[in-house]
C-alpha cells in the first residue's frame, strides 16, 4: 500500500422536520427523534442527526454515550423503540438491514467482519457474490473487488487469504467491501484504532477524496486531532442524550472535550506523578530470546512506572509475552521478587501465581469472555478467593464484583449484564477489574487506551498511577505516545526486538522517542 503525503453551537434539536438548519445542503440521510432501549436501559434518548452529500461529520461521545446504538440503527442493524430514519427524503423499514443497504447506507464496523479463511476478492463480495446459471461468477467477482480496492487506492492481491494479510489492510479491505455496495453514505466506526500513523494519514486522505466525490460520511473516533482534520461538522452525545451539533471551526479540541464529559480533563490527563517512591527490583528479564525478541535485559521496580515504546512491529508485545510466559523463550529467564524471595517465572501459570497480571492489547478475544457477564468475567482468576471447599459462595462473589465495578466506575454498574454489550472503554474497565481483585504485585498493560475515549482513558491513567503509588511494578506498551510520555517514569525504546535507548522522564519528548524508534539515533541506558 502506498501511503501519500497528507452550524453553531445547539444545545437542543431544531424544532422541523429537516435537521441541519438553512446554512447546510438537504441532508441524504436523517435519524429523527431515535430512541433505543435495551431492557430498562435507555442507550440512545431522543437524538436526531442529519448528514448532507459531500461532508464528513464527526460523531463524538465517551464509550456508553450511544454512538454505536444509534449507528446502527441508522443502518438497519437494530430498530428504534421511538423516531426514524429517512434516506433522500424516504423513511426506511426499522431494523431492516437489506432496506438500509439498498438505499446505499453502509456500516463499517469497530469489530471486522471478515471472514479469514476466504481470500480478499470473496470478503469484498460477501452476501451480493455475483452468479451466472447459479454458479459463483469469478471473473465479475474480482472485477468489482478491483474496482472497490481502486475507488480507496488501495493495492492487494484478490487471491489473498484475509487470514494473511495485516490488520491494516484487513481494515482497508473492509472498506472496500462497503465501498463495493456503491453506497451514498458511509459510516465508520474507530476505523483508526488498530492503524499506524501514517497508515491513518492515508485513510483520511481517502476519506476526504471519497467527500469530495460526493459521498456522506459519519465518521466516529476518539482520536480529536483526527475529527478535526478531516469533518466539517461534529455532533457530540453524552448518556445517550445529543449535546451539541457545531460547525467544526466553530469549536476546538477543548471545546468538544468538555461537550463530551461535561469537565475539564486536561488536568486529569497531564497530571505526572510527583517524586515517585520507587523500591526494589520485582519483575526482571535477562539475556531473553524469543521470535521478535533478541537478547534483551529488563527490569521494572515497585512502585515504577516503565514504559515500552517504539513502532508496530518493533517487538514490544512478544517481550512482555515472552516475560511472563505467554510465549515461549527460547533463552534466557524472567524472575519475580516478592516478600524477599525471588522465583523463576518458567510458565504463564506461574506468573499469574507470582503476583502478575497481564491486560492483552486484544481485551475483546484474548481478555473477556464477551457472552459472559460482568460479574463471571471478574470471577474467573478469582475463584479460590471467592470460594470456600473448593464450593463458589455466590454472596461473596456478588459483593465482591460490585466493589471493583465501583473501583473502575464502571458505567452503568449492571455486574449482571453481558461483557459484549458494554462500550470498548468499560470493557477495559472490567478487563482491569478482575485483575484489580488479585492485588497483583506487577501489571503489564499492553495498549492500556486503544479504542478508549477522553474519559475513560483519564480514569485508566488514574488508576495506573494509584496502583504504582500502592507499590506495583508497572509495564506498559503504548503506541499513543502523549501517553507514555504521561505515564512513565522510564522510558524503554523497542527497535528490531532490542531496546536501543532509555529515556527517563526529564529526558523523554516526543521527538526523542521517536528518534531512536525510527533508528535515527540510540541513547545509553542512565
Known sequence: MNVPDRDA???????????????????????????????????????SIAVSPGEIHGLLGENGAGKSTLMRVLAGVLAPNEGAVWVEGRKLDPGDTRAALDAGVSLVHQEL????????????????????????????????????????????DLDEPIARLSVALRQFVEIARAIARKPQVLILDEPTATLTPAETTYLLDMLQRLAGRGLAII??????????????????????RHVTTVDIEDTTPEGVVEFMVGRDLQLELETHRVDPDIGEVVLSARGLRAPGVNDIDLDVRAGEIVGLGGLVGAGRTELVRAMIGADIRTAGETTITRDGITKRIASYRSAVAGGVAYIPEERRTD????????????????????????????????????????VVNLRPPEIHRNVGQYSGGNQQK??????????????????????VDVGAKAEIHRLIRELADNGAAVLVVSSDLPELLELSDTIHVVRDGRIVGTLLRDQADET???????????????
Request: hydrophobic share 45%.
Open 9 to 47: 453551537a445547539v444545545g437542543s434539536q431544531p424544532a422541523d422536520d429537516r435537521v441541519g438548519g438553512d446554512d447546510h445542503p438537504a441532508p441524504i440521510i436523517e435519524g429523527r427523534n431515535i430512541v433505543k432501549r435495551f431492557g430498562g436501559a435507555v442507550a440512545v434518548d431522543d437524538v
Open 113 to 156: 467482519s471478515l471472514v479469514p479463511e476466504m481470500t480478499v476478492a470473496e470478503n469484498i463480495l460477501l452476501g451480493s457474490t455475483p452468479s451466472r446459471s447459479g454458479f459463483i461468477n469469478t471473473r465479475e467477482q474480482k472485477r468489482i473487488a478491483a474496482e472497490a480496492l481502486e475507488e480507496i487506492g488501495v493495492s492487494v
Open 219 to 240: 465518521y466516529i473516533s476518539h482520536r480529536i486531532p483526527e475529527i478535526f482534520a478531516i469533518c466539517n461538522r461534529v455532533t457530540v452525545l453524552r448518556d445517550g
Open 367 to 406: 481478555g473477556l469472555a464477551l457472552s459472559m457477564p460482568v460479574v463471571d468475567n471478574i470471577t474467573l482468576p478469582n475463584r479460590h478467593a471467592l470460594s470456600r471447599a473448593h464450593v463458589l459462595q455466590s454472596r461473596k462473589i456478588v459483593d465482591f464484583a460490585k466493589h471493583l465495578a465501583e
Open 430 to 451: 472490567v478487563v482491569l477489574a478482575k485483575w484489580l481483585g488479585r492485588e497483583p504485585e506487577v501489571i503489564i498493560l499492553d495498549e492500556p487506551t486503544r479504542g
Open 512 to 526: 526523542s522517542v521517536m528518534a531512536l524508534a525510527s533508528g535515527q539515533t540510540k541513547v545509553d541506558a542512565p
